[in-house]
């Protein structure tokens, strides 16, 4: 039996490699809004879960023609807003827009629930919803993320 | 081996095979997940990283269009550009052409009193002057091309108008005649411009006309009295001009050409899409090099009188250009530019349609009394006794660029022999015209052709070519013909036969009939319409001709004899020819430049029956 120094011990390539992945998580897709990151040159998202939600809100705020190549990509609920206070139905129309965009652009999110609230305090002319979205990834095993967007009416 | 997997992997594998939008986001998404898979995973199309790859990819897709479609502007069957098929054209030689006027020949009717002699006024004879015009029935106007002189005369003294009696009293005395004569005229209308230009000199002076479908610049003149010259290339400092032809053989060759100097010229050219006309005057300057063809560089050296030495010679370049080898640019003058624009398919109108006088200009150079002038030029009348032709909507972009491979292939000068020949066939009719042409290698002189001409005259009949026609010719093949090419303009040997024929007929036949339609067969054969200079006669071919019209069993006898000089006031050639002697193989040969003609058939081709 042999005597080894504890200094001498080293690590096998499998534990290095699972030691950095744990203490550094892979980023998986820019965050938005951008801003600069600390390791990479932008702040990135590091799970999957947060990027789709990340994803999932900018596809709530595009509207149509917005998105290079692809038209009709978006929720387009800038007509929506635009016309609002003419509008009786204003929450049922939006409903049906961003299921309609989701089914198409995120068909792997499943949306639960849709809120919305209205601040005309902070500007008399100008009003402000915020959209309340829960919804669940269940390819991920993601359920009861929520989502809140924010949308000024012109 | 640690140092070589460490350059391997600073080698990025880039691809250059995608060219379209997908292509390219294909490969940069590869690209990214090879080289930068620690870095970003989701670019999915809701993801901004999937923006970014669609932003990178519309840009490459973009380069890649415009890529492929400036090449394609490089080829006229491929360009689209307006411009860049206007280029295409210009550099082909292709002219741009708006609609094309019409042209028809327009019959003029006067009624001239007779004088005391009976005869025709010729004091009364007026000359409807050029400029002219003449309604149509759809509206067009037509313009006289030249003045429809009444009182000229051939030259066998006689008026060249058609004359009818007109009036007559009632014991016969005649009162007036009617003459006709007929004047060629070009559909459209006629504008001038006037253009003012300051002292500045501008080199290469452009103005653009306003009316599109210019189909000729009349005349460019300015104030200064200096008359512009309308010419393909500013280079070319000459013009040529027809005059009237005043010598012998005025009735087969009306005019000559002159030559004359143009250094005031100008080049159009037609915007492909607006189809407008620009005139783009010369880069001399007028005021200060008028003469100088050559410019001496030494006047334009900079001195250095207090210098010994230098190490070369400073020249403004520019002054070079301000020279008179690409025509003057007048300065502080003002063009009045008069030109002739409009045409299309319906400026072709029918027969009898050019019927209102829209604007008669007349001259009475016998100053007859006042009476008689208001009444012979009330009396004017005019109808189109054919229809007018000629009359083009503007070619398309298209039409233009199927002719620039043609245009490319006939290039402005004479190389081969058919170039010759299809230059000599394209002389204007009024300098005279060309029946026949061949060219022969000079047996004498390498670098010599020799090129055979024959003409015809009024009554169909081969003369050999008028002087002034050969010497238009050499003026009019001058400009395409090689420096080291010298062309010898002669005249064809006309050869005068005359054809006997002996047949057997089918007895159940009436025999002059069958004669008959032979030598009606025969006469068609010899007409001169079917021989060219250099061409054989094949005997076996006449043989054949004969044996198609029914009845003929067999041939006896076939016979060719020459006729020369006067025979029973018939003229024929005096070239003497023998027919044996250049007979071969079953062909009759014609001399070097020699042409066969039957010149009449109706006594010159005799047949007979044997019996």
């Known amino acids: 039996m042999g005597q080894f120094s504890f200094k001498s011990v080293g690590t096998t390539q499998v534990q290095q490699t699972a030691d950095t992945l744990a203490q550094t998580p892979m980023p998986v897709g820019i965050k938005t809004p951008l801003a600069l990151g600390t390791d990479d040159l932008l702040a990135m998202n590091t799970d999957v879960a947060t990027q789709m939600g990340d994803n999932l809100r900018n596809l709530i705020l595009t509207n ?28 049922s129309k939006a409903i049906v827009q961003i299921k309609n ?15 919305t609230s209205f601040d005309n305090v902070q500007n008399k002319n100008t009003a402000i919803v915020h959209l309340t979205i829960t919804y669940d990834i269940p390819s991920l095993k993601v359920y009861g993320k929520s989502l809140q967007v924010t949308l000024y009416a012109m | 081996m640690g140092l070589k997997q460490e350059a391997l992997k600073s080698v990025r594998v880039r691809k250059y095979i995608a060219r379209d939008f997908d ?56 360009a689209v550009e307006p411009d860049n098929v206007q280029r295409q054209l210009t550099a082909a030689g292709v002219p741009i052409i708006g609609a094309s006027p019409s042209l028809v020949k327009v019959t003029a009717y006067i009624e001239v009193p007779a004088d005391s002699s009976q005869s025709i006024m010729v004091s009364a004879l007026p000359i409807i002057r050029a400029n002219s015009t003449f309604t149509a029935d759809n509206g067009t106007i037509f313009n006289l091309l030249a003045d429809i002189d009444f009182s000229q005369t051939n030259s066998n003294g006689s008026l060249a108008a058609s004359v009818k009696i007109g009036k007559q009293s009632a014991t016969n005395v005649t009162k007036t005649y009617i003459l006709a004569l007929s004047g060629l005229c070009i559909s459209g209308q006629e504008a001038t411009e006037t253009i003012t230009v300051s002292a500045d000199f501008v080199p290469f002076r452009q103005i653009t006309l306003q009316n599109p479908n210019v189909s000729n610049i009349v005349s460019v003149n300015d104030s200064l009295g200096n008359i512009y010259y309308e010419v393909n290339a500013l280079t070319n400092d000459v013009v040529y001009k027809n005059v009237l ?17 143009a250094p005031y010229r100008f080049v159009t050219n037609v915007d492909i899409t607006s189809r407008q006309t620009t005139l783009t005057f010369g880069g001399g300057n007028a005021d200060s090099l008028q003469d100088d063809v050559i410019p001496d560089p030494s006047s334009f050296a900079i001195s250095f009188p207090y210098t010994k030495t230098f190490s070369r010679i400073p020249v403004n370049p520019e002054k070079l250009l301000t020279t008179t080898t690409l025509g003057v640019a007048a300065t502080n003058t003002t063009y009045t530019i008069t030109y002739r624009y409009g045409g299309g398919l319906n400026h072709n109108v029918i027969v009898d349609s050019i019927q209102t006088l829209r604007n008669l200009d007349v001259y009475f150079p016998g100053n007859p009394a006042p009476n008689i002038a208001a009444a012979v030029r009330s009396s004017i009348e005019v109808t189109n006794t054919e229809r007018s032709s000629g009359g083009e909507d503007a070619p398309s972009i298209d039409d233009l660029k199927a002719l620039i491979p043609s245009i490319r292939n006939s290039q402005e000068r004479i190389v081969t022999r058919e170039d010759l020949i299809a230059r000599v066939y394209t002389l204007p009719s009024n300098f005279g015209r060309v029946f026949r042409a061949a060219v022969h290698s000079n047996p004498h002189n390498p670098l010599s052709t020799q090129l055979f001409i024959v003409s015809r005259n009024s009554d169909g009949q081969l003369i050999p070519s008028p002087d002034t026609l050969k010497s238009n010719l050499a003026k009019y093949l001058t400009p395409y013909r090689l420096i080291t090419d010298a062309i010898d303009v002669l005249d064809a040997a006309v050869i005068n036969l005359a054809f006997s024929f002996d047949v057997l007929v089918d007895p159940s036949l009436n025999k002059t009939i069958v004669v008959q339609n032979v030598l009606t067969k025969l006469q068609s054969f010899f007409d001169i319409k079917n021989f060219h200079i250099d061409q054989p006669i094949t005997l076996s ?33 005096d070239v003497i020819f023998n027919v044996e002697a250049n007979t071969k193989y079953g062909l009759v040969f014609p001399p070097t430049g020699g042409l066969f003609n039957v010149a009449y058939p109706d006594v010159d081709i005799v047949g007979k029956v044997s019996v």
Do not use: C
Not at chain 2, 245 to 261: H, Q, R, W, Y
């Open chain 2, 245 to 261: 032809n005043t010598a012998s053989d005025s009735d087969l060759v009306p005019e000559a050409i002159k030559v004359i100097p």
């Open chain 2, 23 to 78: 292509g390219m986001r294909a490969l940069l998404l590869e690209y990214a997940r090879a080289y930068y898979p620690t870095k970003i995973a989701d670019f999915s199309e809701q993801s901004l990283g999937g923006l970014f790859l669609d932003f990178a990819s519309y840009v490459g897709d973009s380069l890649s269009f415009y890529l492929d479609h400036l090449y394609s502007e490089l080829d006229p069957a491929t």
């Open chain 2, 541 to 573: 071919e006449i043989s054949n001709l004969i044996f198609q019209i029914p009845g003929i069993i067999s041939i006896n006898k076939m016979k060719f004899d020459t006729r020369v000089g006067t025979i029973n006031n018939r003229q024929y050639s």
């Open chain 1, 101 to 115: 965009t989701v089914q198409t652009w995120m068909p792997y999110i499943d949306l639960q629930s849709f809120d």
């Open chain 1, 64 to 91: 149509w023609g917005e998105r290079l190549g692809f038209y009709a990509f978006g929720a387009n609920l800038r007509p929506l807003m635009s016309d609002m206070s003419s509008q009786d139905d204003f929450d």
